[in-house]
């Protein structure tokens, strides 16, 4: 009996189980992002190089847009940035979502969560950090087009 559950356990832990469907095995938790509005959001916005205008309508993403970021921004960082993927339990982020010309955007904010140390109220102000190597990143999701876009990582990744 024990020989016969043995052989599929080593199996499972030797090859791993796949997922049927392109989804990450791994789900931002809901406790590492922060919406930002408000003032705080424009700011955070204004991080970014856009190119959609500076007459941006700042407005909550709902909550089937975050789950799709949650579930779908881990699997693009480990396709296009193995070695951040390494660490990415340890990001914190920070999003605001605006609109512009009809086009929706959720502005995405990435640091360390060490920036944070005994500081926690810090994640409803936007962090910008300088030289913060792969500690510190930023990228865009278009809602209507539902992919990321203009990855940049502060110094060399």
Known sequence: MIRKLCLPLLVV???GCKPSSSASLYTIPKDHITVLVGDA????CSMF???IGNNLDLVQPSDSVLLKVQQQ???FIRVNQPSMFKKFYKYRFQVACARNSGK???FIN???ESILAGRPELRFKPIDVQDGGDSFWKITYSIEKKTFTKLSV???A
């Open 13 to 15: 832990w030797a090859f």
């Open 41 to 44: 959001g424009k700011s955070l």
């Open 49 to 51: 190089d856009a190119g």
């Open 73 to 75: 921004l881990p699997e």
């Open 104 to 106: 929706t955007f959720l």
């Open 110 to 112: 990435a640091f360390d």
């Open 154 to 156: 502060n110094g060399s």
